[in-house]
């Protein structure tokens, strides 16, 4: 039932019309909807403060060490399995 409100939004106008149905746009008409409601969605966008943009700054870079020394150890680990199992690659001859 939701999906239905969603549909209906999108494909209303800019200046809140319900939709009446399936209509047939024009090429242009159709490019001119699409930017009508880009530009009413980027008026909804809220700039982040100073402050909250520099702790979400801080929160991403923290996000992506911990991943870094989660993948460093995984590689390091499959690294040193493979040499395990296969061997130094010295081979005998």
């Known amino acids: 039932m939701s999906e239905a409100k969603v549909t209906e939004t999108?494909?209303?106008?800019s200046k809140g019309h319900p939709s009446s149905?399936?209509?047939?746009?024009g090429f242009f008409a159709g490019i001119a909807l699409f930017l009508r409601q880009?530009?009413?969605e980027l008026k909804?966008?809220?700039t982040p403060?100073?402050?909250e943009?520099?702790?979400y700054t801080l929160v991403v870079l923290a996000f992506v060490m911990v991943m870094m020394l989660i993948v460093t150890a995984l590689d390091f680990a499959f690294g040193r399995g493979a040499l395990w199992i296969f061997g130094s690659?010295?081979?005998e001859s």
């Not at 999108?10 to 106008?13: D, F, M, P, V």
């Not at 149905?21 to 746009?25: F, Q, V, Y």
């Open 38 to 40: 880009v530009i009413d």
């Open 53 to 55: 943009l520099l702790r």
């Open 10 to 13: 999108a494909a209303s106008s």
């Open 49 to 51: 403060t100073r402050k």
């Open 21 to 25: 149905g399936p209509k047939k746009r």
């Open 89 to 91: 690659g010295g081979g």
């Open 44 to 46: 909804k966008v809220v």
